[in-house]
């Protein structure tokens, strides 16, 4: 069986990922670089590539790729953009396994910065070259660093994150900022020119010591490999968390500027979360905290919470806060609390949340320097009701001595995560609230230690939320194949299209087509009253130019709607004229107007329309987008999205209208290149019926 080149490529980056020779090829730079690689313990070979030197770092130097005396398995390479490419062509044929390309402008610039991109995916053969214009790569599972900056990284064994970003910076940040995270891989793609998003997702997939995966993305290389790798997370159970940017046409453009990646449009983005249950975050703060608690504790089984702290303000703004996450407070059982009551000092009111409120010593049963009792009292007031436990709590700086009388309740829940099975968190009201000191005994001691009021709140809802939305699926969700779009196109008429769409299930009214002087008699014959339309493949918006009258009652009606339609058209489209109408029923006092159509992207294929109707639809910009082919999961959410107060048998034929819609749009997937439903009306009677259809179709590659 023959290999194609994108898997010998993700061959490679498995290389790349877990080195056991790293070469470094630049010059005086490398001194950090190479300093980080052995200060985060790497263990095996460094060498460097420098004609000029005889060592860099303490690495001694060879002159060129040809004088190693092996291929490496990875090379993080920092020159100018000529020389990156020399030496991206000279390790191919060395038969290094990848390279990390630190250089800029390259794609990010267009133009001929994008020609140089071209040339350098080229060179790289079968290698995995990371980047252009990225900071590189660590793995911190196996001490591996090829990232071009100094910010160190905490070793870890397992469960662990794996970050995934466009931005060099973001990642940076996390690197440099962040304490107490268990960062597994940092990866930064920069602008894929040959390894993207996907490869990398689907290679952290493969360590078992990845517990959750964030991903900071601004476009897309490849839709298709990156839903592959996106249902892979699904079918193993690992969440993934998104924080994206380039979602509107400002930020597009930047996005266009920044990574040379093509911009994916905020509804598509929309689609993809709810295809494959992506956890969805706003800021980069969010994707480091709720990666952590996933990471650390995995997905709690349910939204219930118990909190504890040591101070009442936190549990009134808790009791606040809490419910717009979606997370229950339930109260503490009346047996929990007839046996916690003699433990506890009279003034300690047991509630949830839970105001401890400890003496530092006392001759009750728990006290504030007594580990094991502080956990016994959270475990007793949890039995039973909770799916996480939070103790929210904000220690003073060692250096003050004013943190000793609080040490007690970091054991209380090492203690506690090893009494209950399910999340542990602990988390200050103010983010710096909890000393790097305290978070790493914390993570240490598989306590999940967030940092801040609305930091923990929003990871933990976000996790609950996850995780009843991933209880729900049965079936992982399927990848996407994009088809190219058609060349060109061809309207049909009102009629046309119809007719096509009622031969894949769409209802349509039963109308007459034909010569303007016929219509009257047709109106007559289909009963009163009837709507009169223009037929036309050029005028794609009949409405906007009078080509449509309604609710007509009588002959005479019909022909004074056909004079106005004359008089409109010549003034709206001279030269058009009125030769051949479409009849059909009015539809009376619909309850409610939908529009289904079709929308695609180059790497995400084509997607259903599903919203709110009508002529004001372009105002509302009320709908939802699903991916093609849909699960029922996907079009029933858009669907229920769109609050119509519809009766189960009116959902069920709408459903059935927009699978007809579906069914059409996968058998013309290669030709269709514009469709509009609009609107599809909902009767009383449960009825739904197609009343207006523009359908434009293209020409195929192949097509002569």
Not at 53 to 73: F, Y
Not at 79 to 90: C, D, F, H, I
Not at 175 to 186: I, M, S, V
Not at 500 to 517: C, E, I, K, N, Q
Request: aromatic content about 4%; glycine content about 10%; charged content about 20%.
């Amino acid at each position: 069986m023959t290999t194609t080149l994108k898997q010998r490529r993700r061959a490679n980056l498995r290389r790349v990922l877990k080195p056991r020779h790293i070469t470094f090829v630049g010059g005086g730079h490398l001194e950090r670089v190479i300093g980080l690689c052995r200060d985060n313990g790497f263990e095996g070979r460094m060498s460097v590539i420098n004609p000029r030197h005889d060592e860099i770092a303490g690495v001694p130097c060879v002159p060129s790729a040809d004088a190693l005396d092996d291929a490496p398995d990875a090379a993080f390479v920092a020159m100018s953009n000529q020389r990156t490419l020399e030496a991206v062509t000279a390790l191919s044929e060395r038969g290094a396994g990848g390279v990390v390309c630190h250089a800029t402008g390259f794609g990010e610039l267009g133009g001929e910065g994008l020609k140089a991109q071209n040339t350098l995916a080229e060179a790289a053969g079968d290698m995995a070259l990371i980047g252009p214009n990225c900071m590189g790569l660590i793995n911190a599972f196996d001490n591996a660093a090829m990232w071009g900056e100094y910010t160190p990284s905490e070793p870890i064994d397992e469960n662990g994150v794996a970050l995934i970003s466009q931005s060099g910076a973001f990642l940076y940040g996390v690197l440099g900022g962040e304490r107490a995270f268990p960062l597994g891989y940092a990866v930064s793609v920069g602008n894929q020119a040959v390894i993207d998003t996907a490869d990398v997702l689907d290679a952290v997939l493969e360590d078992p010591r990845v517990r959750s995966v964030g991903i900071y993305a601004e476009g897309l290389a490849d839709g298709a490999a990156l839903s592959e790798a996106l249902a892979k997370a699904m079918a193993q159970n690992i969440p993934v968390v998104l924080l994206r940017g380039g979602g509107t046409t400002a930020s597009a453009e930047r996005s266009l500027s920044h990574t040379g990646n093509l911009a994916v449009p905020n509804d598509f983005w929309d689609a993809l979360i709810r295809r494959f249950c992506l956890i969805q975050v706003h800021s980069p703060k969010q994707l480091v905290e709720t990666t952590k608690l996933l990471a650390v504790c995995c997905v709690p089984r349910g939204n219930r919470v118990v909190v504890a702290t040591y101070s009442g303000a936190a549990g009134t703004l808790l009791a606040d806060q809490a419910p717009e996450r979606g997370l229950a407070l339930p109260p503490i059982p009346e047996n929990a609390v007839r046996e916690l009551t003699p433990a506890l000092e009279d003034y300690v009111t047991i509630s949830n949340p839970f105001d401890i409120n400890l003496p530092w010593r006392t001759d009750r049963k728990v006290s504030l320097d007594d580990p094991e009792s502080i956990a016994w009292c959270i475990e007793t007031a949890s039995r039973g009701i909770a799916d996480s436990f939070v103790f929210m709590l904000d220690i003073p700086r060692r250096s003050t001595g004013g943190d000793l009388p609080w040490l007690p309740t970091i054991d209380a829940l090492l203690l506690l995560k090893d009494w209950i099975d399910m999340p542990v968190i602990a988390s200050p009201l103010i983010p710096e609230g909890l000393e790097p000191h305290l978070r790493q005994k914390l993570l240490d001691g598989g306590v999940a230690p967030l940092t801040g009021f609305t930091e923990c709140l929003d990871a933990l809802g976000a996790a609950v939320a996850y995780g009843a939305t991933r209880k729900a699926i049965t079936e992982p969700g399927s990848p996407i194949h994009p088809i190219t779009a058609p060349r060109g196109n061809r309207a049909l008429d009102e009629h046309e299209g119809k007719t096509l769409m009622a031969a894949h299930g769409l209802p349509v009214a039963g109308s007459w087509a034909g010569p303007v002087d016929q219509a009257a008699e047709a109106a007559e014959a289909i009963g009163f009253p009837v709507v009169l339309k223009v037929l036309s493949t050029t005028l794609l918006h009949k409405s906007k130019v009078g080509g449509v009258c309604l609710n007509l009652t009588g002959r005479d009606a019909v022909d004074e709607a056909i004079a106005a339609m004359r008089r409109h058209l010549e003034h709206h489209a001279p030269g058009h004229g009125l030769e051949r109408v479409l009849v059909e029923p009015m539809t009376q006092d619909p309850v409610a107007e939908v529009i289904i159509g079709l929308k695609r992207h180059p790497e995400l294929g084509l997607a259903l329309v599903i919203g709110l109707g009508g002529v004001d639809v372009e105002e509302a910009r009320q709908y939802g987008l699903v991916l093609l082919p849909a699960s029922d999961r996907e079009v029933s959410a858009v669907v229920e999205g769109l609050g119509l107060d519809l009766t189960v048998n009116a959902t069920a034929n709408l459903l059935d209208a927009i699978r007809a819609v579906e069914r059409f749009a996968l058998a013309h997937a290669d030709t269709v290149q514009e469709l509009d439903i609009n609107p599809v009306l909902l009767s009383r009677d449960d009825s739904v019926v197609a009343v207006d259809a523009l359908v434009v179709l293209g020409e195929t590659e192949e097509s002569p």
